[in-house]
Nanobody
Framework: VQLQASGGGVVQPGGSLRLSCVAS????????IHWLRQAPGKESEVVSC??????YYDDSVKGRFTIFRDNVRRTVALQMHSLKPEDTAIYYC?????????WGQGTLVTVSS
């Protein structure tokens, strides 16, 4: 099982970015995929999750972020709009597969003017 995250970068407040998490070793449509983030000096937090039926968004990103899955490309993407400086963090994708946790390598998002 591998997760490869990409798409981070530097963006001005109000800007947009799309993060992608490409999965291998399991069927993406059968498992919940999470996007987490860790800001400097803070604990990691779950930003969003897409399950087999439902999606979840942290209150801090509701209405600004959208998570979606492309089963053919084995990708879970996080579309981020109206970015704020407080969204600055390293973003990770995660899956719990057969009782083991797997994370992508992280991609840095910096929101700054």
């Amino acid at each position: 099982v591998q997760l490869q995250a990409s798409g981070g970068g530097v963006v001005q407040p109000g800007g947009s970015l799309r993060l992608s998490c490409v999965a291998s070793g399991f069927t993406v449509s059968n498992y919940a995929i999470h996007w987490l983030r860790q800001a400097p000096g803070k604990e990691s937090e779950v930003v969003s999750c897409i399950g087999t039926v439902r999606t979840y968004y942290d209150d801090s990103v509701k209405g600004r972020f959208t998570i979606f899955r492309d089963n053919v490309r084995r990708t879970v993407a996080l579309q981020m709009h109206s970015l704020k400086p407080e969204d600055t963090a390293i973003y990770y994708c995660h899956v719990l597969f057969r009782s083991r946790n797997y994370w992508g390598q992280g991609t840095l998002v910096t929101v700054s003017s």
